[in-house]
């Protein structure tokens, strides 16, 4: 559920959970009682797990400040497996 925040003309901003598109546009303040004016303030996102957040951080770093590579290019693999497949089967299949 989204957290709405309201400002009181006496007391100071405080927030109220409600339901989405729930929360109206005036709130009786829970400690004075006058009625206090919903605000439009910028979404509470939280932080992703740990790995997360490194992908992200290093996702944003790389537009400014990308990794050189210093090697040459990686020697290519020599494939153990046969190109082909052994499966009778697919001697049935068409042909390119």
Not at 7 to 34: F, K, M, N, S, W
Not at 63 to 72: F, H, L, N, R, S
């Amino acid at each position: 559920m989204p957290i709405y925040e309201y400002r009181c003309p006496r007391c100071d901003v405080y927030e109220i959970i409600r339901a989405l598109g729930a929360a109206p546009d005036a709130e009786d303040c829970p400690t004075c009682g006058q009625p206090a004016r919903r605000l439009i303030s910028a979404p509470h996102l939280s932080r992703t797990n740990t790995p997360s957040s490194r992908l992200i951080d290093a996702a944003e770093r790389s537009a400014t400040e990308p990794d050189v590579i210093t090697g040459g290019i990686p020697p290519s693999r020599v494939r153990s497996t046969p190109t082909y497949s052994s499966n009778p089967l697919s001697r049935k299949l068409p042909r390119p």
